[in-house]
């Protein structure tokens, strides 16, 4: 799992599914710091402090990882086969599911008079720009591209800037960054939605906290994040081949918590094959869900209890 937006990690278009077929355990404890994993060797880890201390401990062992990752996915064709780790045929349903999911959150937080301005999206690990051109482009009036890998971002440019693409001002790729995930600080207030596809399982956990922390400030008011990964049984899942971590329900939202986000929305992804990781999608935003009070109706609260003895 790469992304394609920074150093190590190609990403929805480039990221590679995997197979669901590590073992991995968890203690009794529910803090995530303290959920066992195992790499794509079967080793153990007993916490994911252990295993990121021992893969990116120091500055050369993390500077190391992120090399590796990038590495790996430069090695990937640039086709949609190649992104999806051989998986061409998920590509169908994964833009189904996340198109009904971003539908939803569109309407819900985006009112009439909110649409008379531009809609912008930011796509992160755009790899050769499978998602912006089956799915964000359809929906927003600009759309910008992160990828750290420079022959998938190549690729995205030559089909995003010609033919149908440039015939509408109304929606179209507008910036193309070659940066990492990690290294990337969005202009302020530039977007509505920013989608991280199938590449934060690259980042450390110190890096996927500052990643989220400065990629706030890219934000409108009202925008928020959405990101769509693949999820572990329990604890995590270390890929030693292309660099990456999946992370479990539970891993994710205490990484929430301590980037200051809350899940506004949740949704399962359908329709892949049975032996591929489960994938999960989030719409996180800055600010709380607003409460809901519950109040019983008039007729019920005027209802006479029945009192038991």
Known sequence: MLCCCWVPLPCHCTYKISVSTFPSKIHKTTAFMDAGGSDSNGREYKTADEMWKEQTGDPNKKTLWY????????????TVDGVLGGYADVNEPDITCSDDFLKIILSERFNADAKTQPLVALDCGSGIGRVTKNLLIRHFNEVDLLEPVSHFLEAARE?????EYTNSDMHKAVNFYCVPLQDFTPDVGRYDVIWIQWCIGHLTDDDFITFFKRAKVGLKPGGLFVLKENIARSGFVLDNEDRSVTRSDPYFR?????????VYKSKDQKGFPQDLFAVKMYALTTEAPKKTHRTRSKTQSNRPRTIVY
Do not use: K
């Open 67 to 78: 090399r590796q990752g990038v590495s790996y996915w430069e090695g990937v064709n640039a």
């Open 159 to 163: 089909t995003l800037t010609s033919g």
């Open 254 to 262: 205490e990484l929430f918590s301590r980037c200051g986000l809350h």
